[in-house]
């Protein structure tokens, strides 16, 4: 059986510009153009421009749209007012992670929600079973027809100022703009760790933005960047990836997300399981591990202690092009003491880390 | 896709670069750009031996890692001690500033299996989606 990959509007952009195509969640997607680590260290220094259109927007609106994401979503909604957006999670009644989501308060009565692109139908799902149970609240998937493009960088705000007139929001504020291009919605997010916006917008504003950016780009030293780069920054800041670093089976409290965890305000689904965690100390934790040279470290490596125990397991291996080190988030014991990775038939030698892995200026 | 004319190839998508009594050995211009950014290269020590098929070594990308296969049996007369810092060579310079090691071969009967530079293209050409 093969699988029919969707393609973002932006699809043939990315061939044009010579990315490597691959496979993700369903999706068609550039994972490099130049190269991962060429697009990594410009979004560090200058400026990255990602397409994220694979990810999922959907728009929740009606008077009991906040009440309806406080008993569904882990963290305190009523902390957000318009304008701002909140980093969540959505769980199963185990305190797995079914999705980690970022939500933006657009206007009084409504909200966006951005799934990853593999659970959409999932979150879209539960968002909609829930919103039978209410009055007056309205999902719209508009996954299909809108695109997000992530401007990700210490020089985001010159790359953007003449194509989006006053498109500056703060770190987590959110605005719906108006340009000639069209309109759409841009917020202060990312997941890369460098300062920057994300823009979403219906396909064909996208794809004009898109073009409109890439001069502006060029002039400050900046890349379109693939998913490879996406991946490498956001390890490099220790933020977990849905499917390695946080699960159906795998808890926020285990994957150090606390803070986006706010058991007092709401009964949301694994609500019950947490409080039990937290009781109980949490049998498994994420730590960060850094290798002694540039050899990545690799996913389902198993992580042993100082006896050569077998402790745990890396969710996400790579290579910090930063520190030119190895890296990884691993799930182990809790309290087990990490010494080494096993890979290949080697013994690598780790030191264990609080994420981030670096400190950005 | 560069593959140049006066060197032979293997299957593992190797080059090899006849030098007198020695051969210069890297991987190809197709195998750099399919591996992606190279960010460590893990190379024997010269003095070593390798055996012609067999892994000598291995070079890994900020994805994935692949075993180095030996071209040739031989001793190894020299490592390219550049890529212990920059890996990157592997895939700026492939056939230049990126090759990997020098081997004196024990049987010069191993060159006469290497592929030339047209069998090769085809190989890839066959071998490709």
């Known amino acids: 059986m093969s699988e029919v ?17 691959v496979p993700f969640a369903g999706w068609r997607m550039p994972i490099q153009y130049e190269g991962t680590v060429a697009e990594h260290l410009a979004v560090r220094e200058a400026c990255g421009l990602f397409d994220v259109g694979h990810m999922g927007t959907v728009f929740v609106r009606g008077p009991d749209t906040a009440d309806l994401l406080q008993r569904t979503l882990t963290n305190d909604v009523t902390k957000v007012g318009p304008g701002r957006a909140q980093y969540t999670m959505l769980l199963n009644d185990r305190g797995g992670v079914v999705d980690d989501l970022i939500i933006s308060h657009v206007a009084e009565d409504e909200w966006m929600v951005v799934p990853n692109a593999a659970n959409v139908t999932t979150v879209v799902a539960i968002l909609d079973s829930e919103a039978e149970r209410s009055d007056g609240v309205e999902v719209t998937d508009l996954s299909s027809a809108w695109g997000i493009l992530a401007l990700q960088g ?51 504003t996208i794809v004009g933005i898109w073009d409109a950016l890439g001069g502006p780009l060029a002039d400050v030293g900046g890349k379109p960047a693939g998913l490879g780069a996406r991946d490498t920054l956001r390890l490099e800041m220790g933020y977990p990836l849905h499917g390695h670093d946080i699960s159906p089976d795998i808890s926020p409290l285990e994957a150090g997300l606390g803070w986006t965890v706010a058991l007092d305000s709401a009964d949301f689904p694994g609500a019950a399981a947490l409080r039990r965690q937290k009781e109980d100390g949490v049998p498994r934790r994420l730590v960060g591990l850094v290798g002694r040279d540039r050899r990545p470290l690799r996913d389902a490596s198993p992580v042993l202690d100082t006896a050569a125990q077998a402790v745990g397991v890396v969710t996400s291996g790579g290579y910090s092009p930063l520190l030119e080190r190895g890296i990884a988030l691993a799930l182990v014991a809790r309290d087990a003491q990490p010494a080494s990775v096993e890979l290949r038939g080697r013994h690598l030698p780790v030191e264990v880390v609080d994420p981030p892995f670096v400190d950005l200026p | 896709m560069n ?92 056939y230049g500033d990126g090759w990997l ?14 592929l030339s530079a047209a069998a090769y293209r085809s190989y890839l050409d066959e071998a490709a989606p």
């Open chain 1, 5 to 21: 990959l969707r393609e973002t509007v932006l699809g043939s952009r990315h061939v044009a510009l010579g990315a490597k195509m």
């Open chain 1, 154 to 204: 210490p020089r985001w705000s010159d790359v953007v100022e003449d194509v989006l007139t006053d498109a500056a929001p703060a770190r987590f504020g959110v605005a719906r703009f108006e340009s000639r291009l069209g309109q759409g919605i841009v917020s202060g997010t990312g997941y890369t760790g460098s300062p920057g916006i994300e823009i979403v917008a219906p396909n064909d």
């Open chain 2, 3 to 94: 593959i140049p004319e006066e060197l032979t190839y293997t299957k593992e998508h190797e080059w090899v670069r006849l030098e007198g009594d020695l051969v210069r050995v890297g991987i190809t211009d197709y195998a750099q750009d399919a591996l992606g950014d190279v960010v460590f290269v893990q190379l024997p020590e010269a003095g070593s031996v390798v055996t012609a098929d067999d892994a000598f070594g291995e070079v890994e990308s900020t994805k994935s890692v692949s075993d180095l296969y030996a071209p040739v049996s031989g001793a190894v007369e020299s490592v390219n001690e550049l890529l212990e810092d920059s890996p990157e060579l592997v895939n700026s310079d492939p």
């Open chain 2, 101 to 114: 090691i020098v081997v004196r071969p024990d049987d010069s009967a191993d060159l006469d299996r290497l």
